[in-house]
């Protein structure tokens, strides 16, 4: 049925987490904008919480809540920006490498000190209050990612811009997490490459892009062979047990994501 006061907006095809993001803020006129993920929800009271925070801390550019999982677990919120060691530690051989483990770490688990609202570097982005003018100033969400790193990309663009990004943790959602993308894990898995690559090349020095590029391309194939053997391993043991068929698939389809990266997407990746 109808909502009072919802307009609904359809682009008649997928264009991507970020164009259809900033489709959906086209013409707003609100102080502010919410983008929320279709498998996220709110906790009552939540956006009241984040838009007051921004009200009272004109610092602010992007808020963002404390997420958990459905059965209660607490989610991961925040992060660090994706470094190219970070995200070669991630996608790579080379994540072996001490220096790339701990690149990973602090991209992975960033400081956030205190129990209040703080500034950090990147907010998850299932869940964004966003003031409209200062989106606006920055260009919105980059249309080049198709899907991954563009909360990432946004919340650089706007601590650069002079604002700041702040987690508030009094405010509260349920997050499923990849519940829109796990059926589309193999199809998928090339454009978080993708766009892990655009990432690197939008922020990195010239030194850094062409480090990042030459290791990528050398230690990405044999991680993919790796993780290929491994999750058809696991996929087989699960496949034994009735109560373990569900990870069983989800193996099956990660293993598929890796043939698919040596193979079908292989030069999609390298294109980058």
Same mark, same amino acid.
């Given at each position: 049925?109808?909502?009072?006061?919802?307009?609904?907006?359809?682009?008649?095809?997928?264009?991507?987490?970020?164009?259809?993001?900033?489709?959906?803020?086209?013409?707003?006129?609100?102080?502010?904008?919410?983008?929320?993920?279709?498998?996220?929800?709110?906790?009552?009271?939540? !956006?009241?919480?984040?838009? &007051?925070?921004?009200? =009272?801390?004109? *610092?602010?550019?992007?808020? /963002? $809540?404390?997420? #958990?999982?459905?059965?209660?677990?607490?989610?991961?919120?925040?992060?660090?920006?994706?470094?190219?060691?970070?995200?070669?530690?991630?996608?790579?051989?080379?994540?072996? !490498?001490?220096?790339?483990? &701990?690149?990973?770490? =602090?991209?992975? *688990?960033?400081?956030?000190? /205190? $129990?209040?609202? #703080?500034?950090?570097?990147?907010?998850?982005?299932?869940?964004?209050?966003?003031?409209?003018?200062?989106?606006?100033?920055?260009?919105?969400?980059?249309?080049?990612?198709? !899907?991954?790193?563009?909360?990432?990309?946004?919340? =650089?663009?706007?601590?650069?811009?002079?604002?700041?990004?702040?987690?508030?943790?009094?405010?509260?959602?349920?997050?499923?997490?990849?519940?829109?993308?796990?059926?589309?894990?193999?199809?998928?898995?090339?454009?978080?490459?993708?766009?892990?690559?655009?990432?690197?090349?939008?922020?990195?020095? =010239?030194?850094?892009?062409?480090?990042?590029?030459?290791?990528?391309?050398?230690?990405?194939?044999?991680?993919?062979?790796?993780?290929?053997?491994?999750?058809?391993?696991?996929?087989?043991?699960?496949?034994?047990?009735?109560?373990?068929?569900?990870?069983?698939?989800?193996?099956?389809?990660?293993?598929?994501?890796?043939?698919?990266?040596?193979?079908?997407?292989?030069?999609?990746?390298?294109?980058?």
């Amino acid at each position: 049925g109808e909502v009072p006061a919802v307009e609904v907006r359809s682009g008649g095809r997928n264009v991507g987490f970020a164009a259809g993001c900033n489709r959906a803020a086209a013409g707003a006129t609100t102080d502010h904008l919410l983008f929320l993920n279709p498998d996220a929800i709110l906790d009552a009271g939540t !956006l009241d919480v984040l838009v &007051r925070h921004l009200d =009272r801390h004109p *610092e602010c550019g992007v808020a /963002g $809540p404390a997420l #958990r999982y459905p059965d209660g677990r607490s989610q991961p919120s925040v992060r660090g920006d994706p470094t190219p060691a970070a995200l070669l530690h991630k996608y790579t051989v080379f994540k072996l !490498l001490p220096s790339v483990r &701990r690149a990973y770490r =602090r991209y992975r *688990e960033p400081e956030t000190p /205190g $129990p209040g609202p #703080r500034p950090v570097k990147v907010l998850m982005g299932c869940a964004l209050l966003v003031r409209t003018d200062l989106f606006r100033a920055v260009g919105g969400f980059d249309e080049r990612y198709f !899907l991954y790193y563009e909360e990432a990309d946004l919340c =650089r663009r706007v601590r650069e811009a002079g604002a700041q990004v702040h987690f508030v943790p009094e405010a509260g959602a349920v997050h499923e997490g990849g519940a829109s993308a796990s059926a589309e894990v193999p199809r998928l898995a090339a454009v978080r490459l993708v766009s892990a690559q655009r990432y690197v090349a939008r922020f990195a020095s =010239r030194g850094s892009r062409a480090a990042f590029r030459g290791a990528f391309l050398f230690g990405f194939p044999p991680r993919a062979m790796a993780d290929l053997l491994r999750d058809t391993a696991y996929a087989a043991l699960y496949g034994l047990w009735p109560r373990r068929r569900e990870k069983a698939g989800r193996k099956a389809r990660e293993a598929l994501a890796s043939l698919r990266l040596l193979t079908l997407d292989l030069m999609k990746v390298a294109a980058g």
